[in-house]
């Protein structure tokens, strides 16, 4: 089945960028997500790219799609105490109306003061 | 604001009890999910729905039940609890189709069987 795959964990310094990695392997992916996680809550979308979009960029979030390499990433600029949360990433294929979407495992991100 | 809610938050039980997981949803999504997730932070798709008197078992086998009977609400049913059912459950819905607004989650229900 298809499968995404992300770095489990990641840590930074208060005020520096932070990039989180993941890989899918559906190329018939139409939308693909990033979900924010906060300790005891559920999964906030954070934001999402349409396939056909190289670069979505959204207040300090930049999210860039490499079709070719089947690869998405989620940059946090200035990154802050408040962004420690696990983050997911998820795809979506269009070609199958009703198909449920696929998540990564999620990547833990600290933020260091 | 929440458009889509768990009861309870938190539930402490003990072994052989039966328990049911309440989740709601406002928006009219035809589709509806339950994850189970530990500590380990994975997803786990336990369930799932695609509307009215439709349920269908997901990718991790589960020993838990759920029913469609109105669009809005989609509820969890362990028959008899067990501490392996020890975990955090998380609903979910969405629209037919993918699209920008992705799944929904609830807050979620943390489950402890002792």
């Known amino acids: 089945g298809e499968d995404v795959e992300q770095s489990l964990f990641l840590s930074v310094r208060e005020g520096d960028s932070s990039v989180i990695n993941c890989t899918y392997t559906?190329?018939?992916?139409?939308?693909l997500y990033w979900y924010k996680q906060e300790p005891g809550a559920g999964l906030q979308l954070l934001t999402y790219i349409f396939s056909n979009m190289d670069m979505k960029q959204d207040q300090r979030l930049t999210v860039l799609l490499n079709k070719k390499d089947k690869h998405l990433s989620l940059r946090i600029a200035d990154t802050q105490t408040g962004d420690s949360a696990i983050y997911f990433c998820?795809?979506?294929?269009?070609?199958?109306?009703?198909?449920?979407?696929?998540f990564g495992p999620g990547t833990r991100l600290s933020v260091l003061p | 604001e929440a458009d889509i809610y768990q009861t309870p938050r938190y539930l402490v039980i003990g072994t052989g009890k039966k328990i049911t997981l309440e989740c709601s949803q406002t928006m009219g999504h035809d589709k509806m999910y339950w994850y189970q997730q530990d500590p380990g932070m994975e997803l786990h798709l336990i369930h799932y729905?695609?509307?009215?008197?439709?349920?269908e078992k997901g990718d991790l086998s589960s020993e838990s039940t759920v029913s469609r009977i109105r669009t809005e609400h989609f509820p969890l049913t362990l028959e008899s609890a067990r501490p392996s059912h020890t975990s955090q459950y998380l609903c979910?819905?969405?629209?037919?189709?993918?699209?920008?607004?992705?799944?929904?989650f609830g807050s979620g229900t943390r489950l402890t069987v002792v």
């Open positions: 559906d190329s018939s992916s139409t939308y």
């Open positions: 998820a795809e979506s294929s269009g070609l199958n109306y009703g198909q449920n979407f696929v």
């Open positions: 979910a819905s969405s629209e037919w189709s993918p699209d920008r607004d992705g799944y929904t």
């Open positions: 729905s695609y509307g009215v008197n439709s349920t």
